[in-house]
C-alpha cells in the first residue's frame, strides 16, 4: 500500500510557475520501484497525462502540450516526486494528480492521490 500526497497547488497568473510535490509513504513498500505519472482534469475534461517518470528517473514522457514548459523529476531518497511547471498558461488549469504503478509477479499496484488545484489566470 502506497499513500500518496499532493501539495504546491496554487493560483498564478499566465506566464508564473509552480512547483507540485507528490510524498509517499508506504509502511510496507516503496515509492522507488514505481513509475510515477503527473495527470491533471480540467472542469468537463476527461483526465489526461501530463508527465511520467520511470522508477529509476532514467526515462521521462511529457504531452505534447507541456514540452518545454513542465520538467518531472524525483528524489527517491525522500520518496518524493517533482512536477515543476514554468510558462503556465490558462488551459494548464485542472486538479492535478500523482499516480504511482507497478507491475510485479504478484500483480499490477496502481495509486493515486487526492489532487491538487492549479489556477491560472489570464
Known amino acids: 500500500q502506497v499513500q500518496l500526497a499532493e501539495s504546491g497547488g496554487g493560483l498564478v497568473q499566465a506566464g508564473g510557475s509552480l512547483r507540485l510535490s507528490c510524498a509517499a509513504s508506504?509502511?510496507?513498500?516503496?515509492?522507488?520501484?514505481?513509475?510515477v505519472g503527473w495527470f491533471r482534469q480540467a472542469p468537463g475534461k476527461e483526465r489526461e497525462l501530463v508527465a511520467r517518470i520511470s522508477s529509476a528517473g532514467g526515462s521521462t514522457n511529457y504531452a505534447e502540450s507541456v514540452k518545454g514548459r513542465f520538467t518531472i523529476s524525483r528524489d527517491n531518497a525522500n520518496h518524493t516526486v517533482y512536477l515543476q511547471m514554468n510558462n503556465l498558461k490558462s488551459e494548464d488549469t485542472g486538479v492535478y494528480y500523482c499516480n504511482a504503478l507497478k507491475t510485479a509477479w504478484a500483480g499490477r499496484f496502481e495509486y493515486w492521490g487526492q489532487g491538487t488545484q492549479v489556477t491560472v489566470s489570464s
Open positions: 508506504a509502511p510496507r513498500d516503496t515509492l522507488d520501484y514505481y513509475t
